[in-house]
């Protein structure tokens, strides 16, 4: 990733069960993003054996345990979800 594009990492963990997901925050919008997987056109067109910036910025993110989490009970999993898929489809910047 160049050094001058701005990423930022949001972890959303849900408790009691600890299921989580991530979103990366970059110069081209929100994306939902795995180690393995990421929403954004780079990822799904190219399919570059070491990923998109995206996951590389995740990689990197859990590594150094710099992500911001965000704290949920398991009942609000799906409206969260929810949100933040809509955000990433229809709310590119």
């Known amino acids: ?3 001058n ?3 930022y990492v949001k972890k959303y963990v849900f408790n009691p069960s600890g299921s989580s ?5 970059g110069s081209t919008g929100d994306h939902l993003t795995t180690e393995h997987f990421c929403t954004c056109n780079d990822f799904n067109f190219r399919k570059r054996p070491e990923g998109c910036v995206h996951m ?5 993110a859990i590594r150094e345990k710099s992500y911001e989490v965000y704290s ?3 009942d609000e999993l799906s409206q969260v979800f929810k949100y933040e898929l809509i955000d990433v489809v ?4």
């Open 1 to 3: 990733m160049p050094r």
């Open 5 to 7: 594009e701005q990423v």
């Open 21 to 25: 997901f991530y979103v990366v925050l």
């Open 56 to 60: 590389q910025a995740l990689r990197r």
């Open 72 to 74: 949920f009970s398991d």
């Open 90 to 93: 229809f709310m590119p910047r």
